[in-house]
C-alpha cells in the first residue's frame, strides 16, 4: 500500500505517508488501519484523515449509553459533525470515540446532521458490519425524533409528509421538487407551549435534511435552524442556539441475537417561547 501511495500522489513523500500510516490517519473503507506493508487490493475505498490547521474545538461532549462486541451507540450532542468533513477532523463524534475507546474499527452505521443532537449507532468490527447496515437499507429500524417549532392551530395532526427531495442549487440545501416519492415523515403533536409546540417526528425513509425540509414546508421551520427556510452565512454558529431537533430514541431486532434493542437519548430541548 505504501508504493501504491507514493505512484499515486507523487507531490507527498514516501516518509511522509509512512508516518500518517504510524499514527492510523490512513484506513480502509471497513475502518481498518491501512499500514505500509499491506498487499495492495484493487477497487477498495481508503480514506486518509488529513491533518487540519487551527481545528477549533467543539466544547460539547458526547456519551456513550451502550457497548458490546458489536455495537456502540453514542449520544452526540450539537454542532459536532459525525464523521470527517470540511474543517473538522478531531473534532467528530467518529474520531473522539476511536481515540476514547480504543477501538481503531468503529465506523458508524448510519448519521445524523452535525446540527442534530441524539444517538448515533456504530459498528465495532467488520466481520458483523453488514447485518446492522442492512437494518437502515430495509426501513427496518424504528427512529424518532423530536423538534421544537411553530404552533400552527390550523394544520390537523397527525399526518404524513409525503414528497420528493433533491439537492437544491446551493450544495448546503435540499429541496422538494414534483415527481415521484422518495421521502416520508410521520408528524404528530406531544405538546404546546405558546407560541412553539414540541413535535414528534418519525422518519420512514433517510433522505439528506429530510425533517428540516419537511417542516420548513409546512410553515413550522426548526427552531434555530441556520438553513431552512433561510441560509445563514458561512461561519455564524451560535453555540446559544442550537438546532431544536433531537434524533431521540432507536428501535430494532438485533439481527445477531434475535433480541428487541431500543436506546434513548438522554438528551432534552427546550421548549420555551
Not at 60 to 74: K, M, S
Not at 177 to 201: F, P
Amino acid at each position: 500500500m505504501l508504493a501504491f501511495f507514493v505512484e499515486r500522489f507523487p507531490g507527498v513523500a514516501r516518509d511522509d505517508w509512512r508516518q500518517r500510516m504510524a499514527q492510523g490517519l490512513v484506513v480502509d473503507e471497513h475502518g481498518g488501519q491501512v499500514g505500509p506493508q499491506r498487499p495492495y487490493q484493487a477497487h477498495l475505498r481508503i480514506y486518509y484523515y488529513r491533518a487540519v490547521a487551527a481545528e477549533a474545538p467543539i466544547p460539547f461532549e458526547e456519551a456513550v449509553l451502550f457497548q458490546d462486541a458489536h455495537l456502540v451507540v453514542a449520544d452526540k450532542p450539537h454542532f459536532l459533525p459525525v464523521v470527517p468533513s470540511g474543517n473538522y477532523l478531531q473534532q467528530t463524534l467518529l474520531l473522539r470515540l476511536r481515540h476514547k475507546l480504543g477501538l481503531s474499527e468503529l465506523t458508524p452505521i448510519h448519521r445524523i446532521d452535525r446540527d442534530t443532537a441524539g444517538l448515533v449507532l456504530f459498528s465495532v468490527q467488520g466481520d458483523t458490519r453488514a447485518h446492522y447496515h442492512q437494518l437502515f437499507a430495509r426501513r427496518q429500524v424504528s427512529k424518532r425524533y423530536e423538534a421544537i417549532a411553530p404552533w400552527r392551530d390550523d394544520l390537523r395532526l397527525p399526518l404524513v409528509r409525503e414528497s420528493r427531495i433533491v439537492p437544491a442549487a446551493h450544495f448546503m440545501l435540499q429541496h422538494e421538487v414534483s415527481g415521484a416519492v422518495n421521502a416520508i415523515t410521520h408528524l404528530d403533536l406531544l405538546e404546546v407551549h405558546g407560541a412553539l409546540a414540541r413535535y414528534l417526528l418519525r422518519p420512514l425513509t433517510g433522505k439528506r435534511h429530510q425533517l428540516r425540509v419537511h417542516m420548513a414546508a409546512l410553515g413550522l421551520p426548526i427552531v434555530g435552524d441556520g438553513l431552512y427556510p433561510t441560509l445563514s452565512p458561512e461561519g455564524q454558529i451560535d453555540h446559544q442556539r442550537p438546532l431544536q431537533l433531537l434524533a431521540r430514541s432507536l428501535e430494532f431486532v438485533d439481527p445477531l441475537s434475535g433480541r428487541t434493542r431500543y436506546f434513548e437519548s438522554r438528551r432534552r430541548l427546550a421548549l420555551q417561547p
